[in-house]
């Protein structure tokens, strides 16, 4: 099946430093989205992307959806303590394919920032 | 506005029983989805409802179901549990078909342990 290889797992970086991780696969998506998860909390949207080639920035985060539509990284500048957790990809594959309509997840870059 | 609700929030079970999660959406969201996360495995997709109809499905085993209540209000069943049951279930809630946009809103979860 469709799978999203995220990297790199784990990172531990200096306040104030930039992070930048991203998410390949062997297939297209027609859409490719960015979650932060916390401890003991649920995943929560932090970038969406629609469009091959798209730059969105939400803050201190920068996202592109790559033009081949088989990748995507997201930037976090100026890190502060709070960016603490884990980062995931995901992708949703075009329709007709096996996998339409799955949101289907990388495994995860698990971010710390030392103060 | 109240985000999405799963209870219980964590419960132990032994092998052999079932279990039955329960997960109130977002006002207004009409679809909901299930994950089941692990630390080995990720995210993976477990079945989005919509309008009280199981609209997808991952590859899960069919001691896996669901059900979703004309009040969008959705339970999951696992029956007969085993030991690599054991994760954090997480449900996610969207406005129309999550599916469609990847956009969801997911609850804390419910952590399930199985003996």
């Known amino acids: 099946g469709q799978q999203l290889n995220q990297s790199p797992q784990s990172m531990f970086i200096q306040e104030g430093e930039d992070v930048s991780m991203n998410c390949t696969s062997s297939?297209?998506?027609?859409?490719w989205l960015w979650y932060k998860q916390e401890p003991g909390e649920g995943p929560v949207l932090l970038i969406a992307?629609?469009?091959?080639?798209e730059l969105t920035s939400n803050g201190r985060l920068t996202a592109q959806f790559g033009i081949t539509r088989k990748d995507s990284f997201l930037n976090i500048s100026a890190s502060i303590p709070s960016d603490v957790g884990i980062y995931f990809c995901?992708?949703?594959?075009?329709?007709?394919?096996?996998?339409?309509?799955?949101?289907?997840f990388g495994q995860g870059t698990t971010l710390q920032v030392k103060p | 506005k109240a985000g999405v609700t799963q209870t219980p929030r964590y419960l132990i079970k032994t092998r052999g029983q079932q279990v039955t999660l329960s997960c109130s959406p977002i006002?207004?969201?009409?679809?909901v989805s299930w994950y089941q996360q692990t630390p080995g495995q990720g995210l993976q997709f477990l079945f989005e409802?919509?309008?009280?109809?199981?609209?997808n499905k991952g590859n899960f085993p069919g001691r896996f179901s669901g059900r979703q209540f004309s009040n969008s209000r959705s339970e999951m069943n696992v029956s007969t549990l085993e030991l690599g049951d054991s994760a954090l279930y997480l449900c996610?809630?969207?406005?129309?078909?999550?599916?469609?946009?990847?956009?969801?809103?997911f609850g804390e979860g419910s952590r399930l342990t199985v003996l």
């Open positions: 996610a809630s969207s406005l129309s078909g999550g599916a469609n946009t990847g956009e969801l809103f």
């Open positions: 297939s297209i998506f027609n859409t």
């Open positions: 992307l629609y469009k091959a080639g």
């Open positions: 995901a992708g949703l594959p075009p329709h007709g394919s096996s996998n339409t309509g799955k949101l289907i």
């Open positions: 006002s207004g969201h009409r679809s």
């Open positions: 409802y919509f309008s009280e109809t199981q609209r």
